[in-house]
């Protein structure tokens, strides 16, 4: 399957920083890139849709200002925490698909313990 | 109520045996399906999808697909211990982004 990196695979930072997390496809043209978080024993929850090129499309409850999420080439999402809090501490997943895929595929995954 | 949902479990099954995880969902638009196994810490993989009524085999597993009851399962068989992990249903509703919707997941542990 492709390959879709995500870096970094965890991170601890201080309240109130921000935090840059980025999501990579390395054999494919990612059209559509999808963010989750993940509580400890809870599912993945989406927090927004970006397609290259277009803002992101933010699900409900998820503050757009606070989780800036850029999608300025094919290869490449980030998604950014900002002014971050401990109740953001989390795993956060990103997740890519082509234009021609129904697959979806998953990076790493990214802890963050915000203290 | 939840648009995917599973029991968390944990379901206890020993080596060798067949292990059927199920999964139900509300939104009836959901077109496709997909079985995910999560490990402790670690991102989703996925296992399998399904699109069409019936059963699809891929090796040691088969997911099977019920529209009109709104069900997906799937069957392990001769599950190993590495099989012990979280399994993750998520339903695909054509356009609107093709975005997953998740279930809570049902951890699976296969015992020696």
């Known amino acids: 399957g492709a390959v879709v990196s995500q870096h970094p695979s965890w991170v601890i930072c201080k309240s109130g920083t921000s935090v840059k997390i980025e999501c990579r496809s390395l054999d494919f043209q990612a059209t559509t890139m999808f963010w989750y978080r993940q509580f400890p024993k809870q599912s993945l929850m989406l927090m927004a849709t970006s397609n290259e090129g277009s803002k992101a499309t933010y699900e409900q409850g998820v503050e757009k200002d606070k989780f800036l999420i850029n999608h300025a080439s094919l290869t490449l999402s980030t998604l950014t925490v900002t002014s971050a809090h401990p109740e953001d501490s989390s795993f956060y997943i990103c997740?890519?698909?082509?234009?021609?895929?129904?697959?979806?595929?998953f990076g790493q995954g990214t802890r963050l313990t915000v203290v | 109520q939840k648009e995917v949902e599973q029991n968390s479990g944990p379901l206890s099954v020993p080596e060798g045996a067949i292990a059927s995880l199920n999964c139900t969902y509300s939104?009836?638009?959901?077109?496709?399906f997909f079985w995910y196994r999560q490990y402790s810490g670690k991102s989703p993989e996925l296992i399998m999808f399904i699109y069409s009524n019936g059963d699809k085999e891929d090796g040691r597993f088969t997911a099977q697909l019920n529209k009109a009851s709104q069900y997906v399962s799937l069957l392990i068989r001769d599950s190993q211990p590495s099989d012990s992990a979280t399994y993750l249903c998520a339903a695909q509703r054509t356009g609107g982004g093709n975005k997953l919707t998740f279930g809570t997941g049902t951890q699976l542990k296969v015992e020696l």
């Open positions: 939104d009836r638009g959901s077109q496709s």
């Open positions: 997740s890519a698909r082509d234009v021609q895929g129904t697959e979806a595929f």
